[in-house]
């Protein structure tokens, strides 16, 4: 049975860093998203990672501070922050986007929508 499921989530102090996890079984050939959402704001992507793990795209606003990975054999997305800040807190998504593509011999998939989402994780950061 195909399921998104996240973990890792919980409350960690300003420059902290944390891993969440997605169990990605039965989607190991979508790209997979990371979303949040703030309270009071939009849902906003963060990171994404094609089918294969070999490509990823990062919002400004996580660049350099994530880390994305896929692990097929395992039916795993990972999501590694550091140096967060209280701007991260939210929940965390993860999910299996409606596509992925080249443009321009550049990979984009962050400007792609979710076919399927997992129920998310609470990540708050405060001191």
């Known amino acids: 049975q195909s399921q998104l499921a996240e973990s890792g989530g919980g409350q960690v102090q300003p420059g902290g860093s944390l891993r969440l996890s997605c169990t990605t079984d039965?989607?190991?050939?979508?790209?997979i998203g990371w979303f949040r959402q703030a309270p009071g704001k939009e849902r906003e992507a963060v990171s994404c990672?094609?089918?294969?793990?070999?490509?990823?795209n990062y919002a400004d606003s996580v660049k350099g501070r994530a880390t994305i990975s896929k692990d097929n054999t395992k039916s795993m997305v990972y999501l590694e922050l550091s140096g967060l800040k209280p701007e991260d807190t939210g929940t965390y998504y993860c999910?299996?986007?409606?596509?992925?593509?080249?443009?321009?011999?550049?990979?984009?998939?962050?400007?792609?929508?979710?076919?399927?989402w997992g129920q998310g994780t609470q990540v708050t950061v405060s001191s």
């Open positions: 999910a299996a986007l409606s596509g992925d593509r080249f443009i321009g011999g550049k990979y984009n998939c962050l400007d792609y929508g979710a076919e399927y």
């Open positions: 990672i094609n089918s294969n793990g070999a490509r990823t």
């Open positions: 039965g989607f190991n050939y979508y790209a």
